[in-house]
């Protein structure tokens, strides 16, 4: 993964009818917040946007593709991340909207996981 600042001021300002955002390094890239949840990830020049179940199709008929990255023995693994549409590059109004479904897959997650049962000690 490869994060320029440049890129980052650039997300900031398109997705700004978001409210505030928080960006932060993470293994060579960027994660984009929202609200205290990551929404996106931005390596190499692509914003890639949360997904789930229920927005990964949409985003995949829009001309996404999906976040994968080879594994040390040759094979190819996944993330929940697809690109933000190439529509979507040229109008921020348009971003935002895409933008809104992945913190929707961001809370979706993030209530997944404060629902399920703390582990008991053995």
Known sequence: MAYDPSFGAWV???FAGLGPLTIKRMFGGA????????FALLDDGVVWMKADD???PVLRQAGSRQFTFP??????M????W??????????????RWARLSLDAALRKAV???????????
């Open 31 to 38: 994660a984009v917040y929202s609200n205290g949840l990551i």
């Open 83 to 96: 690109s933000l549409p190439e529509t979507a590059l040229d109008d921020p109004d348009e971003a935002v």
């Open 71 to 76: 594994m040390k023995d040759g094979a190819l």
């Open 54 to 56: 229920q927005n990964a």
């Open 12 to 14: 900031q300002e398109h």
């Open 112 to 122: 997944t996981k404060t629902a399920r049962k703390p582990k008991t000690p053995k």
């Open 78 to 81: 996944s993330m929940a991340y």
